[in-house]
């Protein structure tokens, strides 16, 4: 007479590795799930200061455009910005941009282009 033991052994001999396969493919997912997790929480760390620093040269571009609009306004001219004054606060923004987080913007392929857009669209109308 077979004991359970000797009934299950073969079987058991097989089961084990397939078990294993399981475990292992359940433990990839797992971390690459993990992984990806971790990827968009590094995204929108990057996307934060990112968005902090622009709106930070915003502020001081326009702070820099009212400053001198009040100086052109003291010396009797019309203290109205102009085209090169908006080119001027869109330049000085980018360039404090680009040179305080140039890894953010390779981060998310932001051109110089694309940069001066993004701070046109959020300058006020001064």
Do not use: C
């Amino acid at each position: 007479m077979q004991t359970v033991t000797s009934i299950l052994a073969p079987l058991l001999e097989q089961l084990v590795p397939m078990l294993g396969a399981v475990l292992l493919a359940v433990g990839s997912y797992a971390a690459k799930r993990a992984a990806d997790w971790l990827r968009l929480s590094n995204d929108a760390q990057v996307r934060g200061y990112l968005n902090e620093v622009i709106e930070n040269a915003v502020g001081w571009a326009e702070a820099d455009m009212k400053a001198r609009l009040a100086r052109a306004a003291a010396d009797g001219a019309t203290p109205a910005p102009k085209r090169d004054d908006w080119g001027t606060a869109v330049d000085s923004a980018a360039g404090y941009v680009a040179t305080r987080v140039p890894d953010a913007l390779a981060h998310f392929g932001i051109t110089p282009q694309g940069l001066r857009q993004i701070i046109q669209t959020r300058l006020s109308g001064v």
